[in-house]
């Protein structure tokens, strides 16, 4: 296949690919303001609720490791495609759902459904574009993805303007079926048929297992899902953080999650920017060491001066501007690994930071959400464990003739 160049794709290309990373983010985040309505009809308390996070996060988990594979034996297009057309089922479930067990059932589904053009987003980008060229196309497309948990809670606040809480799962159903309709007119199959794997169960595992073992892949994999947990763990409680802890209302979500993208943004800026003139191993630890001196003034902000705005929302939001230096770089790097089977590789390294994000929601969130202090140090803990997590990878590495395109 032709290889191509971001200065010459197509600005639609770019935004197709954009809002396949976007849907996880929607996915979550715009449900966050109906948090207290929903509690409200289905009378369960905010523990319970974090449940709408979770059941999604973990089913989105369970499939992640099958998307890519699927993607390597049948192609990119088809596997996107179905995906999105049941996840635009799942959320008429979600919307027309009486009770939380029958909600907690359908946003299953929902995150069974959504990796299906997450994940393969990213393989797309590296099958049309190569070193620092896939570098950059993955960082502008990082820049439009991050802003989807800045503007996905603000949606959410204005469609309960409109009507209840369905409405909300109305909208990502219908943003499902435009997204599916733009891949079928814009994104090419990038994966060809003499490329193809064996559409069976035990060459998918074997191709999974070929990823999995490599400890190079695990080490690199580990430290930016640690890291990025250190972000997580502020959207993942986002609920508690902003109502419970910062006093704020359902339409007050923008006031956390506008500065935390904008350092998204402008890491995935940086990285572009960087790329070809940085190598990644610079850059990635330049972002760690950031997000890492972020968390340590995140604490002493938070024992300085407690929930009360800005000073709260200081450190998550310096914390991404490190995380969205790195992430575009070294997800690139993880590709690159596995060239023939890159679905495979995008798989794994998609389900690593779904996992363990969807124990952060479930199970640590709700224990460390007493204060912001608590929060703050939590956030350092899993950042510092990412951070020793590429200091082993630098140190394996570091003869050169074992080095590579990382």
């Not at 715009?30 to 523990?47: I, L, N, W």
């Not at 053009?117 to 980008?125: A, C, L, N, Q, V």
């Not at 190079?216 to 109502?243: C, H, K, L, N």
């Not at 790329?275 to 340590?296: D, E, H, K, N, P």
């Amino acid at each position: 296949m032709p290889r191509s160049s971001p200065g010459r794709a197509g600005a639609l290309l770019t935004l197709v690919l954009a809002g396949m990373s976007m849907l996880g983010p929607f996915s979550i985040d715009t449900p966050f303001p109906a948090f207290a309505q929903m509690r409200g009809d289905f009378g369960v308390g905010a523990e319970q609720m974090q449940l709408v996070v979770s059941a999604y996060m973990l089913a989105f988990a369970v499939m992640t490791p099958f998307h890519g594979p699927l993607s390597d034996a049948i192609g990119r297009k088809p596997v996107i495609i179905g995906a999105l057309t049941a996840y635009a089922m799942a959320s008429v479930g979600c919307a027309l759902s009486p009770n939380l067990s029958v909600l907690l059932f359908f946003r299953v589904l929902q995150g069974l459904s959504a990796g299906g053009s997450t994940i393969i987003g990213r393989t797309i980008i590296r099958d049309l574009f190569d070193g620092p060229e896939a570098q950059r196309m993955m960082s502008r497309v990082m820049m439009i993805f991050g802003l989807a948990p800045a503007v996905a809670p603000i949606i959410g606040g204005l469609l309960l303007r409109v009507g209840p809480w369905p409405v909300i799962f109305w909208f990502i159903g219908g943003f499902a079926l435009l997204l599916g309709a733009a891949v079928v007119a814009v994104i090419p199959e990038t994966h060809p048929a003499e490329r193809r794997r064996p559409l069976r169960l035990g060459p998918m595992l074997s191709d999974l297992w070929h990823v999995a073992r490599s400890g190079e892949f695990e080490r690199m994999s580990w430290a930016i899902t640690f890291v990025f947990a250190g972000q997580f763990i502020y959207i993942g409680a986002a609920a508690i953080f902003v109502v419970d802890l910062l006093g704020k209302g359902e339409g007050d979500f923008w006031m956390f999650f506008v500065p935390m993208i904008s350092g998204v943004v402008v890491g995935s800026w940086i990285s572009g920017r960087a790329a070809g003139r940085v190598s990644a191993r610079r850059l990635i630890t330049v972002g760690f060491s950031f997000s890492a001196a972020a968390a340590v003034l995140g604490v002493l902000l938070a024992v300085a001066f407690g929930p009360v705005l800005p000073w709260a929302v200081v450190g998550p939001s310096l914390i991404a501007l490190g995380s969205g230096t790195a992430f575009p770089t070294i997800q690139v790097a993880l590709l690159d690994l596995f060239p023939s089977v890159r679905g495979a590789a995008a798989s794994v390294a998609g389900v690593m930071p779904l996992a363990t994000n969807a124990v952060i929601a479930s199970a640590v969130a709700p224990i460390v959400t007493g204060s912001v202090t608590a929060l703050a140090l939590t956030s350092l803990a899993l950042i510092v464990l990412g951070c020793l997590l590429w200091v082993w990878h630098l140190a394996a590495t570091a003869d050169p003739s074992r080095a590579t395109s990382q």
